[in-house]
């Protein structure tokens, strides 16, 4: 709806226009604000400026003034806030069924991979109407994965998986920034997410070297690196069945429940210690140094695959 | 006996002449001299920071990156914010201002602590010769920021000299908060009670208790930081086991009271200015005091709106968001007390007051952006855009230094005894509301386009905004050297300034100008309340107002 004006980006995702909404609301309370508060000095500065023999008024506050003029910004900034908060919460998780691209930032540019296998540098290709969620880390520094078309940022962090989605609306190319400063080369860590028809979509696809998807990597692995031999889910097995784990609450041998999430898969893996399931001991290795940032997100989307074969059982 | 009797005559003697010779000034520990140091030496790194600001707004003048290297470019934006920010704006009204009136303003010969005082500007030119040996031996590119891990383990820049002057500053601040708070408890003149006292007061009452409160937080971020890179301990860097969002909580929790240290002090000013020329008492005198301490004691919640898109909990974003909501309403209630002031006041537009009303329109839109960003789904759109960088040089550029450079033309003359050129001075105040309005405008809208900030090279379409910025930056900066050069001209050729050319109420302008060593030959004792002007009472005028004071 806001697309034509020229003070606004273009509107691309399906948050971006009600992300807009509250923004010109803000600025319209923003606008009442100045220009009420410039009218009004200049109108007390011309009506009393300096004359000869005019006394000034002696006053000294109105505690019913400062209680109005409490009590108006304090209803205004609350309104903000709870347009703002409601609308971050109803962004803030992905629709069912998005597709899963997986992201690393690096000191300059942007690595990604699509489910299906397919990797780009520094450009997405994304279907149109088609939620995708961005499971993301760094390599090295903080980035931040910015796309001001869909109003979608959010930090990448080494050492951590961070979440964001988008949802496009609009066929087309859009800007792809990293919007937190991370060295020589920040203003180039740039690319373009390509947003097209899902059958334009598809064809790209097959244009593209598939090679394995990152859950057949994962799983050849689980294999390789022998993770297999203590979660081999079968009675018995010395570590916990990873089959419907993902996503569950896991209790834990020190009596908290954390849910089994990217972070804590991640932890699992280089920092087994940490987080010991119930009932288990900690014979786990830690895997620290042993594994790029790319298989770690490869085991990750075993992991993660594992855990929905479960929950369809 | 009244005060006026002790002023009305110049004194043969005064600070500045009592003594000469550099030694003089070097070891002093008279108030009024330690601040007339600090001005020196700030207004030094003020020209610094301003001439890479001017590098910065050339380059952005083309897309392309054409002027230096990314490198450099980082360099010169990190230079201008640890300069501007910790060597400039966070000392500037405090140090200089605070420094020469506190003890006029409070009746008393000195601060509590006059040598503590000589030292905190020995600590803070200590810690700028470690930037400046930053600066000249190559820079640092971390911005101002330091976040880690780049700072810690990534940049190969001069990280350790610029935060080790970082760190040594903050001791210069947090001494200079301990004197200022002891002195407002024990030095008030008889009959000075808290609720007697001058705005200005109040707000350096405030302003000192976050620095007390904040500036330890900041000094043990560096100094981990330092750690970490020199002796690879893990802290921040999860290579190394460490948590980089830690160094963000730390880092803010100091920062974003910081913004306050800065802002605070600048209220006080405009106070004064407002009530002085509109003759007029404060209005809502009490509301302005105690808001000051709200926002004191509120700005150290809300460090979290910096980190709605860092990953951390969704929850704490939603606490951050609604206390920086909360903040926001002292601020309003002081724009609106300082607007109610001027209703049937008798205004005067000296060059002050010109200052004072740029600062109440610049600062009203530098809050009113602060209410987007503290608005949770617009934030993470405009967060580390354009729009942040417009936001908070309204807040500390449009505020802080309009009020300080509105305090320094009132001030002036009771300063230096001479009176500054104000058909200069007015055009000045009015070029530099302009030239700023034309810079930091358009980088709003550049924010909400998207362009993000810390952009040595950036897409074609945001070019006509980033052109209209950098003719606005080159109106600024000419606008801040006129009254450079007319306020160091007037050191000679001003004309000699009476004790009390605003006909103000302060306790300041009951000694001659400039004043003696001593401030006061006697105590005085305050029987009225502040702003007390003859005219409000019906008092028929006479040459000078003054509150009135009986000598003991
Ligand atoms: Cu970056
Ligand atoms: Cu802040």
Redesign the interface.
């Given at each position: 709806m806001w697309q034509d004006a020229p003070?606004?980006?273009e509107s691309a995702s399906t948050?971006s226009d009600?992300?807009d909404q509250?923004?010109a609301f803000?600025v319209v309370?923003?606008l009442f604000?100045?220009f009420g508060?410039?009218t009004?000095?200049v109108f007390?500065?011309v009506r009393?400026?300096?004359?000869q023999g005019?006394?000034?008024?002696?006053?000294?506050?109105?505690v019913q003034?400062?209680v109005v003029?409490?009590l108006i910004?304090?209803g205004l900034?609350?309104v903000?806030?709870f347009?703002?908060?409601k609308?971050?919460?109803a962004?803030?998780d992905p629709p069912p069924g998005a597709m899963d691209v997986y992201v690393t930032g690096k000191?300059w540019m942007w690595k990604v991979q699509h489910p299906t296998g397919q990797r780009e540098i520094n450009s997405l290709h994304v279907p149109v109407n088609r939620p995708v969620r961005l499971t993301m880390t760094s390599e090295?520094?903080?980035h931040?994965f910015?796309v001001?078309?869909f109003?979608?940022?959010?930090?990448v962090?080494?050492?951590?998986y961070?979440i964001a989605w988008f949802e496009a609306t609009k066929v087309g190319e859009y800007?792809l920034?990293?919007?937190?400063?991370?060295?020589?080369?920040?203003?180039?860590m740039i690319g373009s997410i390509t947003v097209m028809e899902q059958h334009d979509y598809e064809r790209w696809l097959t244009g593209v070297a598939a090679g394995e998807t990152p859950q057949e990597a994962g799983a050849r692995l689980f294999e390789s690196m022998r993770c297999n031999t203590c979660h081999s889910g079968q009675d018995g097995a010395r570590g916990p069945t990873l089959t419907g784990a993902f996503g569950k609450p896991v209790q834990l041998r020190d009596g908290r429940v954390v849910p089994f999430d990217e972070d804590y898969t991640r932890e699992s893996i280089l920092n087994p210690g940490a987080a010991v399931v119930a009932g288990f001991d900690s014979i786990m290795p830690t895997y620290e140094g042993q594994l790029s940032e790319d298989q770690l997100m490869q085991l990750l989307a075993y992991v993660k695959s594992l855990g929905a074969e479960g929950g369809d059982q | 006996m009244s005060a006026q009797a002790t002023s009305a005559a110049e004194p043969q003697r005064n600070y500045l002449n009592a003594d000469y010779g550099i030694k003089s000034w070097l070891l002093t520990t008279d108030h009024k001299r330690i601040g007339l140091m600090y001005l020196l030496t700030m207004t030094l790194f003020f020209f610094l920071g301003g001439a890479f600001a001017v590098a910065i707004r050339l380059e952005l003048a083309t897309p392309h990156g054409d002027l230096v290297e990314s490198e450099t470019y980082n360099k010169l934006f990190t230079m201008h914010g640890v300069i501007m920010i910790f060597f400039f704006l966070i000392p500037s009204i405090p140090a200089v201002l605070g420094n020469f009136l506190l003890p006029l303003m409070l009746g008393a010969r000195d601060l509590a602590f006059p040598r503590l005082n000589l030292l905190t500007w020995y600590l803070f030119t200590i810690g700028g010769v470690f930037t400046l040996y930053a600066v000249v031996s190559g820079g640092v590119d971390t911005g101002w920021t330091f976040y880690t891990p780049y700072s810690s383990t990534y940049a190969n820049t001069h990280v350790i000299a610029t935060a080790l002057g970082v760190f040594i500053t903050g001791f210069s601040s947090i001494l200079t908060g301990l004197n200022f708070i002891v002195t407002t408890h024990k030095m008030r003149a008889p009959g000075l009670t808290w609720f007697r006292l001058p705005l200005f007061v109040w707000a350096h009452y405030a302003t000192s208790l976050i620095q007390i409160l904040g500036t330890p937080v900041l000094a043990t971020a560096i100094l981990l930081v330092g750690i970490e890179r020199l002796f690879g301990v893990g802290i921040f860097d999860p290579k190394l086991g460490g948590d980089p969002v830690l160094f963000q909580h730390l880092f803010w929790f100091y920062s974003h009271p910081a913004v306050y240290i800065m802002i605070l002090p600048s209220m006080g000013v405009i106070s004064e200015l407002i009530s002085t020329f509109a003759r007029k008492r404060v209005f809502g005198y009490s509301f302005i005091a105690m808001s000051s301490l709200a926002i004191a004691i509120l700005g150290f919640f809300v460090w979290g709106h910096h980190m709605f898109v860092s990953g951390q909990s969704v929850y704490a974003g939603v606490v951050f968001s609604l206390l920086s909501m909360l903040v926001a309403v002292p601020s309003a209630v002081k724009v609106f007390n300082w607007t109610a002031t001027l209703y049937k006041g008798s205004i005067q537009f000296s060059t002050p007051m010109i200052y004072a009303l740029g600062f109440l329109g610049l600062f009203t839109i530098g809050g009113l952006t602060g209410l987007f960003l503290a608005t949770l789904a617009v934030d993470v759109h405009v967060h580390d855009t354009y729009f942040v960088v417009a936001h908070f040089h309204y807040i500390m550029v449009g505020g802080a230094l309009m009020a300080y450079l509105g305090g320094l033309h009132f001030w002036w003359p009771k300063i230096t005894g001479r009176m500054y050129p104000e058909f200069l001075g007015k055009i000045s105040a009015v070029i530099i509301f302009l030239g700023f309005n034309l810079t930091f405008f358009p980088q709003f809208l550049l924010g909400y386009l998207g362009m993000p900030r810390r952009y040595h090279v950036y897409p074609d379409e945001f070019q006509v905004l980033n052109v209209l910025s950098s003719a606005g930056a080159s109106i600024l900066g000419l606008g801040y050297l006129i009254p450079m050069a007319y306020l160091v001209w007037s050191l000679k050729y001003g004309k000699r300034a009476p004790s009390n050319p605003w006909r103000a109420s302060g306790l300041e302008w009951t000694t001659p100008s400039p004043p003696a060593t001593f401030n006061f030959d006697r105590t005085p004792v305050v029987t009225t309340e502040a702003y007390h002007y003859s005219e409000e009472l019906g008092a028929p005028r006479t040459g000078t107002d003054v509150r009135e004071v009986e000598i003991v």
């Open positions: 003070l606004f980006p948050i009600s992300v509250l923004y803000l309370v923003s604000f100045a508060i410039a009004v000095v007390f500065a009393y400026r300096r004359r005019v006394i000034p008024a002696r006053i000294h506050g109105s003034l400062e003029w409490s910004p304090l900034s609350l903000m806030f347009w703002g908060a609308l971050y919460f962004t803030l000191q090295d520094v903080i931040d910015y001001p078309a109003r979608t940022k959010r930090d962090v080494p050492g951590r961070t800007h920034f990293c919007a937190e400063y991370c060295g020589t080369k920040h203003s180039e | -």
